[in-house]
């Protein structure tokens, strides 16, 4: 019964030593889901379609912004 407890010691020190080995240097993250928080630049709102995209990639025209040229030719909203 000793011998079988040694043995399965030694099999679970062999196994933390493994994966002490095997681990990476830096943590692996979980990227499934990404909060909008983690996006770091301003999210702004179209005002022809109310769609929002990041200020980066969003349209400026005569101090409005637009979420893409389309709404940009069209113009602001009416009504
Ligand atoms: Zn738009």
New binding site residues.
Partial sequence: MIRFLIVLLGILVARLMWLQFTKRPTQPRVTGRRPRAEYGGKVVG??????H?PQDRAVNRRGKT???P???S?GPATG
């Fill in positions: 179209c005002v022809r379609c109310a769609l995209v637009y979420c893409s389309s709404c940009a069209a």
